[in-house]
Structure formats: C-alpha cells, structure tokens
Antibody
Framework: EVQLVESGGGLVQPGGSLRLSCAASGITFSNYWMHWVRQAPGKGLVWVSRINSDASNTGYADSVKGRFTISRDNAKSTLYLLVNSLRAEDTATYYC??????????WGRGTTVTVSS | DIQMTQSPSSLSAFVGDRVTITCRASQSISSFLNWYQQKPGKAPKLLIYVASSLQSGVPSRFSGSGSGTDFTLTISSLQLEDFATYYCQQSYSIPFTFGPGTKVDIK
C-alpha cells in the first residue's frame, strides 16, 4: 500500500522556520515527481511546490518563492520543504502528494503549520 | 499565471441526482485538467486526470470532459458518500493552480 506521512509542523513565531518532511512507503520513491500543497483553515487548496524525480528541477508558487525550498532524499524515500521567513498567511495544513499522469494521485494526511506570536 | 474558476460555488442535490460542475481556465490548458474530491478533515482524493481519465478505484458514476478552457465533472447519480467539496486543478504550467472549489451538500 502506498503511504505518505508528513511531519514537522507546529507553532512558530512570525519570521521563524520549519522543515517539513514527507516519508513515502510502498512506492519506488525515486521514480516519482512530488508536490507540496497547502490549505489554510476553511479555505481552498493551494499548490506550493514541485520537484522532479532526481531533484534537478523545482518549481514554486509566487507567494513562497525565495522563502521555501523543496528537496528530496531518494535514498531515504523522503521529501522535504524548508519553510523560512514564515508569515501569518502561511498558516495551513501542508500536504505532500505524488505526481503521476500530470496529476497528484496519492496524498498524505497533512501536517499543520501555525504562525503566530 | 493561469486562473481557474468553478461554478457553481455550492449546490444542494438529492441522492440520485445528476450533478455537473464546471471549471474554466483563463487560457488554454489543452487537457491538463484534474478533479479532486475532499471531505471535511481529510486529504484530497484524485478522481479524474487529464480531463477525462478515471483514476483507478473511483466509481464509474464520475466522469470528466472538456479541453482547452472549459471542463466539466459529472456525477451521474449522486450517492451519500459523494457529498464533499470538489476542486479542479490545471497541470499545464507552473504554478499548478486549483479552482476555488464547489461544495456539494444534501438537499
């Protein structure tokens, strides 16, 4: 069974940083492009970032460009999102998802980031 | 950036009804359009990819159509478990934008 498990969320002050992780199992992780998507409380889905299978190509939403960094460790089957210079508007549940057939086909349960003083 | 719109933003329907949700892109995205279902407190679930391909395990009452800028998701006979919020998403170009969602609830 394919499983993605996010971790690393928490309460952080404005300007702070976190490293989110997404551990994959049940798949050959190195074959998949991966995405991060977030959802603020009571709001819709927002795509955040994508990385290709060998980490040679990344992409970001304008709202996080320069502050967030996506990376992966294929040997550990783990995806990361380093989130810096956090703002109140970054408060959200962050989901990781596998990219396949030009879609996001398997999703984790999410990890919650709360930015507040 | 490509903007995605959905209509309606919400709808009420009976079990057994045929339901259609529309998604429109601000520019042509060929067939790079996906549909997701999300229930409260749960992660999204992929229903349809590249406009009309049914994801494995998704009931055949769900179907998608369209190309270019205009797309539809149809539920042929609404079931209790289909009451949820539905999002379209374009995968034509970064940023991979989502529509604002359509909430389907019980009439």
């Amino acid at each position: 069974e394919v499983q993605l498990v996010e971790s690393g969320g928490g309460l952080v002050q404005p300007g702070g940083s976190l490293r989110l992780s997404c551990a994959a199992s049940g798949i050959t992780f190195s074959n998949y492009w991966m995405h991060w998507v977030r959802q603020a409380p009571g709001k819709g889905l927002v795509w955040v970032s994508r990385i290709n299978s060998d980490a040679s190509n990344t992409g970001y939403a304008d709202s996080v460009k320069g502050r967030f960094t996506i990376s992966r460790d294929n040997a550990k089957s783990t995806l990361y999102l380093l989130v810096n210079s956090l703002r109140a508007e970054d408060t959200a549940t962050y989901y990781c998802a596998t990219g396949y057939n030009h879609a996001m086909d398997v999703w984790g349960r999410g990890t919650t980031v709360t930015v507040s003083s | 950036d490509i903007q995605m719109t959905q209509s309606p933003s919400s709808l009420s329907a009976f079990v057994g009804d045929r339901v259609t949700i529309t998604c429109r892109a601000s520019q042509s995205i060929s067939s790079f359009l996906n549909w997701y279902q999300q229930k409260p407190g749960k992660a999204p679930k992929l229903l349809i990819y590249v406009a009309s391909s049914l994801q494995s395990g998704v009931p055949s009452r769900f179907s998608g159509s369209g190309s270019g800028t205009d797309f539809t998701l149809t539920i042929s006979s609404l079931q209790l478990e289909d009451f949820a919020t539905y999002y379209c998403q374009q995968s034509y170009s970064i940023p991979f934008t989502f529509g604002p969602g359509t909430k389907v609830d019980i009439k």
